[in-house]
């Protein structure tokens, strides 16, 4: 093995795509293993290397990590993006969270049924536009300064630029009053190893779409 980590995980974001993000951006070379089919994912359970017997997995530094908030607090720890002390710690704990329920508005959506599908799309331009930009944009004004915590890179940064990037696909127009929502999604594209990572050919992922999912659907008997 090379020593760089080995993801496990489909070819889609996903739970795994943040924690591409989070390596990519402290300048790590990864591995991946994609599973491309029920075969794949048999074998990872059958070989006992899944704990909870699901992915994400992550191989890195001698462990076969899962759970991806466990993996993304590792990888922030040991890269130096995880704050300085037990409340700047807390404070990326929250603001992270917070994406999370963000986030998980965007996959409700691809699983909802059809006529389902135009509620759940407004419901994500209400929440974002309503509750969720609004209080980062406030967290960056109440402090004036360039990051969310302690004017420096951390896992929330990089987490909230990634979920940015969702948001501007899925709607731009819920970003045009959050110019400094704005501005911190410009600092962080430009740092150099995210700059690679967005560049077309990385290992960064699609969100899936509604076929691909259904693909996923057959090939995986979910």
């Known amino acids: 093995m090379s ?6 995980y489909f070819n889609v974001q996903g739970r795994m795509e943040s924690i591409r993000w989070l390596l990519a951006a402290a300048g790590v070379e990864f591995e991946e293993k994609l599973i491309m089919c029920q075969e794949d994912l048999d074998k ?9 017997q699901q992915v994400p997995m992550v191989e890195m530094d001698g462990m076969k990590m899962v759970q991806s908030r466990a993996i993304l607090n590792y990888i922030a ?5 995880y704050g300085k002390d037990t409340k ?3 404070l990326i704990d929250m603001y992270t969270e917070g994406m999370t329920d963000l986030y998980e508005l965007f996959f409700k959506v691809i699983l909802a049924p059809p006529e389902e599908k135009d509620a759940a799309k407004s419901l ?4 974002a536009k309503n509750r969720f930009l609004p209080a980062f944009e406030k967290v960056l004004k109440s402090h004036g300064q360039g990051y969310l915590v302690g004017n420096k890179l951390s896992k929330a940064d990089i987490l909230l630029t990634e979920l940015l990037y969702m948001v501007e696909e899925f709607d731009a127009s819920l970003l045009a009053n959050f110019t400094l929502l704005q501005a911190l999604k410009t600092r962080v594209s430009n740092l150099p190893n995210v700059k690679k990572f967005l560049q077309p050919g990385s290992q960064r992922k699609p969100f899936p779409t509604q076929e691909m ?3 996923m659907r057959k090939r995986f008997k979910f």
């Open 3 to 8: 020593g760089k980590p080995v993801l496990h």
């Open 213 to 215: 999912f259904e693909e």
């Open 124 to 127: 994500i331009k209400d929440r």
């Open 44 to 52: 990872l359970k059958n070989d006992g290397l899944l704990m909870f």
């Open 77 to 81: 720890t040991k890269y130096n993006l």
């Open 88 to 90: 700047e710690r807390l």
